[in-house]
């Protein structure tokens, strides 16, 4: 997400201060109005995004092999790996389901042998509403900079540039 910001911004980075906060502020109004725009748009209930990852899920599934240990528990087989699934607990040993919010494979075949829905245990942080919270506050306009009023303390002077020290030259012997 770093290198993401970092390219988006790439432009105004050598910018001065000023100039370049007020091109971020005047991207970031964009975006902010971009991804309202995009959730408003959305059909369902979940984002787009989490629908892709699950339904790329629920079609590798099929290899895996279950056992059954207890009313909400699955042991999960797929070759030599066996994985641990608790369904009420939404929990995986492979950790996948835990750190995404979106049903892995292994949690998707415990809730194919159950016959549930996988759209039910994806995670409310890829609901509209947890979207539309996200970009529910907007950027205010500010006045152009030469609008502001002028200030009355001193001018801030950049210090003065020494040159540092070097590391001491080898006088070659010829």
């Known amino acids: 997400m770093a290198e993401c910001f970092n390219a988006w911004i790439l432009a105004a980075r050598h910018k001065t201060i000023i100039t370049m906060l ?25 984002s ?14 099929m290899k895996y092999k279950i056992e059954w240990n207890s009313d909400t528990g699955y042991e999960v087989l797929h070759g030599e790996y066996k994985h641990i699934v608790d369904v009420n607990g939404q929990t995986c040993s492979c950790r996948a389901w835990m750190l995404k919010g979106i049903p892995f494979l292994h949690a998707i075949a415990a809730f ?18 947890a979207y539309m919270k996200t ?27 020494r040159k540092m020290p070097e590391r001491p030259s080898k006088a070659r012997r010829k």
């Open 22 to 46: 007020e091109e971020i502020r005047v991207k970031m109004i964009k975006k902010i109005g971009q991804m309202r725009e995009f959730c408003n748009s959305c059909i369902s209930n979940i």
């Open 48 to 61: 787009p995004m989490a629908m892709k990852v699950l339904q790329e899920n629920t079609t590798k599934f």
């Open 112 to 129: 194919h042998h159950r016959k549930l829905e996988p759209i039910d245990y994806i995670s409310n942080w890829y609901n509209r509403e």
């Open 135 to 161: 970009y529910n506050h907007f950027i205010q306009p500010l006045l152009n900079m030469k609008m502001w009023p002028e200030s009355q303390n001193i001018s801030v002077i950049p210090p003065h540039i």
